[in-house]
């Protein structure tokens, strides 16, 4: 189970910011937060992750709600190069407990720029 | 530098066929990982490598499927007797290590069983 839900699609319009969010209401105390994209025909990038405090880096910025049920990943000012699929993850961070290595990607949300 | 490569990009294979696909993960990288994407479809997780062993198989479909890893480099996964339900991309992925969850991904090989 990917453990979290996120809408199938959004359209943006291009130059405006685009906001994407994803539920993730049993996420544990030791859970990041991480978000991936996929653009058609490549493997998948990694965006930005976080815990609990809000992240930014040159990519994007990523909103995580007080109780850490949910979180929003925003792209500023979004560009055509910027239509893919967003995964939104959550994964165990720290030492490892046999299983959690792995990314479990969900079916995300396919974002569609528009000129 | 060089980000992780996959060899080949594209196979087209006959049915009972077996295959090879090989990852070159980023140097340096001590995690790798290799995931299944059918049609339309997001990830499945097929089996993460530590170094030279594999403490996570778990995703492997069947005993057709087997992956090897080597001087803590290149990792092979294999096919034997393909089936039609084989085809997809099969996607390679390494880290740092087992805890970092930045994971830093191939650009895939197709795999068509005819």
């Known amino acids: 189970d990917a453990k979290t839900t996120q809408p199938p699609s959004m359209d943006c319009a291009e130059g405006r910011a685009a906001n994407l969010p994803c539920n993730h209401s049993?996420?544990?105390?030791?859970?990041?937060v991480y978000w991936y994209r996929q653009i058609h025909s490549q493997g998948p990038q990694y965006i930005i992750h976080?815990?609990?405090n809000n992240e930014t880096n040159e990519m994007a910025s990523l909103i995580i709600t007080e109780d850490r049920k949910s979180s929003t990943l925003i792209l500023p000012h979004a560009t055509l190069r910027d239509t893919a699929v967003y995964y939104c993850?959550?994964?165990?961070?720290?030492?490892?407990?046999?299983?959690?290595?792995?990314?479990?990607f969900g079916t995300g949300t396919r974002l569609t720029i528009i000129p | 530098g060089a980000g992780v490569s996959q060899s080949p990009s594209n196979k087209v294979t006959e049915k009972g066929k077996d295959v090879e696909l090989r990852c070159d993960p980023i140097?340096?990288?001590?995690?790798l990982y290799w995931y299944r994407q059918r049609l339309g479809q997001g990830l499945e997780f097929l089996i993460y490598?530590?170094?030279?062993?594999?403490?996570?198989k778990s995703g492997l479909p069947s005993d057709r499927f087997s992956a090897e890893r080597t001087g803590e480099s290149v990792s092979t996964l294999t096919i034997q007797r393909t089936q039609q339900e084989d085809s997809a991309v099969y996607l390679c992925?390494?880290?740092?290590?087992?805890?970092?969850?930045?994971?830093?991904f191939g650009a895939g090989t197709r795999l068509s069983v005819l």
């Open positions: 992925a390494s880290s740092l290590g087992f805890t970092s969850g930045i994971q830093y």
């Open positions: 049993t996420i544990s105390g030791n859970e990041y």
């Open positions: 976080g815990l609990k």
């Open positions: 993850i959550v994964r165990a961070g720290g030492v490892s407990n046999f299983g959690n290595e792995k990314l479990t």
């Open positions: 140097s340096g990288h001590t995690a």
């Open positions: 490598f530590q170094g030279n062993s594999a403490p996570d």
